[in-house]
């Protein structure tokens, strides 16, 4: 079992609280120190248990830390590298829980120069469309996924600790490469938040507004639920990944297109083809799932 003296959590809301509440239940860590943009949510996350003790500045926050997990939105992962660079200690590893991977390994390869072997980019599988450190649970990454995607100049000391600090959180973790890894969650994750908000602001910007919301009902709810996640977070995951991500919207609306094709011509068979092979697919993904979780 791995036993850290000394955490720090830059960005404590649901990922990073969650990594804290799940290294404490399992014992694996001493102290928790979080630092942050606002100092009323680090005062909230220390109330709630979340964190221990809260740092002033990256000075204070660097000294003696074993582990450090960047947990903001990435749009802000290259200013808190800048920021930590010059307080980094020998044996410190800082990881990150971002949801993308190739621009932050780029940014820690730019930034912390020969010593990015002390950075292991990594993004855990797990969440919700529910901020903020209140919203953190031990058992969020319990059975979940979590990747990992070393570069070259990762060390494997520091690869080896983030593994088991996420295996310590009850985590699966996966190695991928950067690009494979922003090409698959353009495609799974990226693409249905950015399809749920065009839906949502669709309908809210008609004149039937309130009519279609009125009677909208579980199939809306189900479809749309990832629409209430955080706009920040999720404006920098887009930007970031834009490039897989409008391959992936193209494939998309040439996918929507087909089916208006059918739709047009009533081709009833040609629809229901349609249907039935995602339907199985979903099954068997489905499937797939629940075996994986027995295992
Ligand atoms: N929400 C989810 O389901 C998942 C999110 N992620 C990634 O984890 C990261 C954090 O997401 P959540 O915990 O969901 O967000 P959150 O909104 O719950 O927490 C983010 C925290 O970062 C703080 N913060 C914002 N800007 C900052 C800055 N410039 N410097 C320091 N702290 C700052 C906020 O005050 C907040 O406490 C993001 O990079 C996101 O892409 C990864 C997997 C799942
Ligand atoms: O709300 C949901 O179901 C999610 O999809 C959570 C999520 C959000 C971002 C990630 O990078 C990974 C998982």
Known sequence: MVKLNKIVIAGVGLIGGSFALALKQAGA????????????TLERA??????????????????????????????????????????????????????????????AERILGARVAQFVPGHPIAGSEKGGAAAAQADLYRDRRVVLTPGSATGTDGLALVRTAWEACGAKVDILSTAAHDRVFAAVSHLPHLLAYALVHEFA??????????????????????????????RDICIVNRAPLIAELDAYMAALLRLRTLLAAADANGL????????????????GMSENAEE
């Open 29 to 40: 860590v001493r102290e928790v120190v979080g630092i942050g943009r606002t100092r009323a």
């Open 205 to 234: 910007a008609r004149d039937n507004a309130g009519e279609l919301f009125g009677f909208a009902a579980g199939g809306f709810r189900d479809f749309t639920r990832i629409a209430s996640s955080h706009p920040e977070m999720w």
């Open 46 to 107: 220390k109330q709630l248990g979340v964190i221990d003790a809260i740092a002033d500045d990256w000075a204070g926050a660097m000294q003696g830390a074993d582990l450090v997990l960047l947990a903001m939105p990435v749009g802000a992962m290259e200013a808190a590298l800048q920021a930590l660079l010059p307080h980094l200690e020998a044996h410190t590893v800082v990881t990150d829980g971002g949801s993308t991977k190739r621009d932050i390994l780029q940014a």
């Open 272 to 287: 229901e083809a349609v249907f039935a092979a995602a339907r199985q697919a979903r099954d068997e993904w489905l499937h």
